[in-house]
């Protein structure tokens, strides 16, 4: 450790000369062969297929054709999401076309609405399935391009919830049934799931044939996470995080925030509240919520759920964290040998000159706080550049958590 102390010094010594002389060797963002980021079951299928990738500010950004729709996509972890979505709800109305081919041609015109109905089935959920093709009739020719709509027009979404709690119990069986998210920002997801929800409670038999939720290969918190999602009313999980989060000594006022938040959905809440619970005798959690609530589109809520995860894999499989970090508005953790760990939530990390200034920051500042060692953990994939120079800066040990 005393050669990358050394490195430092030097480093610090020459920061006006080696900034200019670094600015040559920032690097641009590549372009993206889709073959190489995706495998074949994510680049296409029966029911899919991706358009085209490009890269901007570090994180993916994808075009879907589907057969519920085309859908713009930002994020390699949302489009894994958005695709199992596809793949589920198409399989699903194949298999329906086996017992009921109306019905089936119901959920196929359903998908075909605009993103401002779509808000109506949610806040205003059908009395039978029969009466969906009427009530959409003028709407069929659309198509849901993204999932923005959904986030950015959160306030008029006054529950994830039918207002009939027959239907409300059938919606979250359906979901649990096909492993979908029950409260998904993809509005082609909750119109389905509202319309085989209130066909099952109209008394449409062939509703109640689905796919099987596929609970062999997760972890034992994840399955916990599933059956509260499932058993529970949105205002029951609201209470049971508050209590979760209220003994981990998060103040009345960011619990509210938190649980209030509008983007957050409350999947996301329940995810994030779930692993934090499982940090015991880690400090400033509450640094983690407060970062969590400025969350204000899609691809960051899944970025503070993914981390709730990658916190507890590496808690459970590296080394024991102490303190949960916000440094500058960048998450990071300090662990039980005096390390202080900074994470990149980007699909890809190129050396740029904005990530140069945010790492040679992140160097210095560890070096004058005294820590033993600095590392990087990162969602995605680093450039040969960006690990050549974090070597260089003396982060000596770069991990990726994978999903």
Do not use: C
Not at 37 to 59: A, M, N, Q
Not at 181 to 209: H, M
Not at 228 to 253: D, F, R, V, W
Not at 285 to 299: D, G, M, P, Q, S
Request: cysteine-free; glycine content about 4%; overall charge neutral.
């Amino acid at each position: 450790m005393a050669k990358n102390f050394l490195k430092i010094i030097f480093f610090v010594s020459l920061w006006a000369i080696s900034s200019i002389a670094k600015t040559n060797e920032n690097e641009s963002y590549p372009i993206i062969n889709s073959n190489a980021i995706l495998s074949s079951d994510y680049l296409s299928s029966t029911y899919h297929r991706v358009e085209s990738v490009d890269i901007d500010e570090g994180f993916y950004h994808f075009i879907v054709e589907s057969d519920i729709g085309s859908f713009n996509i930002h994020s390699l972890a949302l489009l894994k999401k958005r695709v199992n979505e596809i793949k589920t709800i198409s399989r699903a109305i194949t298999t329906y076309e086996q017992s009921d081919d109306d019905f089936s041609g119901e959920l196929r015109s359903q998908l075909r609405i605009s993103s401002d109905s779509a808000v109506d089935l949610l806040t205003s959920p059908l009395n039978t399935a029969s009466n969906l093709a009427g009530q959409l009739a003028g709407n069929l020719n659309a198509t849901l391009t993204g999932e923005d709509a959904f986030i950015y027009q959160s306030n008029k979404l006054a529950s994830y919830e039918p207002k009939d709690p027959t239907t409300a119990t059938h919606k979250r069986n359906i979901a649990f049934q096909l492993g979908l998210d029950l409260y998904t920002n993809n509005l082609k997801v909750q119109s389905f799931l509202n319309t085989v929800a209130n066909a099952r409670s109209s008394g449409k038999v062939s509703a109640g044939i689905g796919l099987s939720n596929d609970i062999i290969n997760i972890d034992e918190t994840e399955l916990k996470i599933r059956y509260l999602i499932k058993n529970k009313t949105l205002a029951e999980l609201n209470y049971h995080n508050s209590e979760l989060l209220s003994k981990m000594g998060i103040s009345s006022k960011l619990i509210e925030r938190f649980i209030q938040h509008p983007v957050l959905s409350p999947s996301n809440k329940t995810i994030i509240t779930a692993y934090l619970s499982k940090l015991e005798n880690v400090s400033r959690l509450n640094h983690f919520i407060e970062l969590a609530v400025t969350t204000n589109n899609e691809v960051h809520a899944s970025i503070y759920e993914r981390l709730s995860k990658k916190l507890w894999v590496y808690h459970n499989n590296y080394e024991k964290l102490t303190t949960f970090y916000n440094y500058q508005g960048r998450p990071a953790f300090i662990t039980d040998t005096r390390k202080i760990v900074f994470i990149d939530t980007a699909d890809l990390v190129i050396w740029s000159a904005a990530n140069q200034a945010h790492y040679d920051k992140f160097a210095i500042h560890a070096l004058k706080s005294g820590y033993k060692d600095w590392e990087i953990v990162s969602f995605g994939e680093l450039s040969p550049l960006a690990n050549k120079e974090l070597n260089e800066l003396a982060f000596t040990h770069k991990v990726t958590l994978s999903e």
